[in-house]
């Protein structure tokens, strides 16, 4: 089966703005409160007749960074789709279960409008064949937001958050194309951030990337999680005892252990996840 990413429009990969918060019990993590930003609960995720999520319950946390880690085919990337109902573009799929997201059910609100709040971020780079300004102007000219001075504030702020400014600031008008693989994935994260999401999910961002350019997306996501939920897919699981603030297991579609990264990598409740992160499988 293709990738269905591949077949995306362009205004199915624009995110952004800002909501409210609110404050629950998080047992996940054990603070008396904690700030959730969505909250899951019994999620179930059909292909067809054929199920790759079974019952996954979990808290992610406001402004803290998530690493879902796990072998290849276990669920981690479904279901980061169905946190902004990206998996909807693909005929004969469903989900039974909740998705909160600052208290409201995602699957009653406006798709658009929660893709706006709830970003994403792909494995491979998808620049639009546009230049590097329009690349990251778009989703505020889709939407309407502001007049051509305000755009080109935003873009230079979302260059700047995303670390690439510096980098491109005299050529904000060649094509995006023209830029290194882990400077086009940098732009993604600029495009996805100018509309301000209150939630950035990133499928393995640096899969395609050599050490040099992984670790500049590592520094870039540590400074945006000040201002943003981010929610990581990786296989490196060094990348995520890096970053992330929480961790998940996944397994068979099923959400195995999630705790504190330090729990998890050094002392995990499950075997499962013991056996994973110790290289017995994977």
């Known amino acids: 089966m293709g990738n269905p990413m591949n077949n ?37 995720f059909y292909y067809g007749p054929r199920q790759v999520l079974f019952d996954v319950s979990l808290n992610i946390t406001d402004r803290q960074i998530t690493a879902l880690i796990g072998p290849s085919g276990c669920g981690k990337s479904t279901f980061l789709r169905t946190l902004n109902r990206m998996h909807e573009i693909i005929h004969g799929t469903h989900s039974e279960g909740e998705v909160l ?52 504030e935003v873009v230079e702020k979302s260059l700047r958050r995303s670390a690439l ?10 094509s995006a194309y023209s830029l290194s693989g882990g400077q086009q994935q940098r732009l993604c994260i600029a495009r ?21 350019a992984t670790a500049k997306i590592e520094e870039l996501l540590l400074d945006l999680v000040s201002s943003c939920t981010i929610v990581i897919v990786t296989h490196n699981m060094q990348q995520a005892a890096r970053v992330a603030d929480q961790t998940g297991f996944f397994l068979l579609g099923k959400l195995i252990e999630f705790n504190k990264t330090e729990i998890i990598f050094k002392n995990p409740a499950r075997k499962e996840t013991e056996d994973y992160i110790t290289g017995r499988f994977g």
Request: charged content about 30%; aromatic content about 4%; proline content about 5%.
């Open 101 to 152: 997201l600052d208290g409201q059910n995602i699957f009653e609100l406006d798709v658009v409008r929660l893709r706006r709040r709830v970003g994403m971020v792909f494995q491979k780079s998808n620049p639009f064949p546009k230049s590097i300004f329009e690349n990251v102007a778009y989703g505020l000219r889709i939407n309407r937001m502001g007049g051509r001075r305000l755009i080109e």
């Open 165 to 174: 400014w510096d980098e491109v600031k005299d050529h904000l008008h060649k």
């Open 192 to 212: 996805a951030l100018a509309v301000d999401p209150e939630v950035l999910l990133l499928d393995e961002p640096c899969s395609a990337l050599d050490p040099i």
């Open 8 to 44: 995306l429009t362009e205004s199915e990969v624009i995110t952004g703005v800002p909501g409210s918060e609110k404050t629950v019990q998080d047992s996940e993590k054990g603070d008396s409160q904690s700030l959730v930003k969505l909250s899951v609960s019994h999620l179930n």
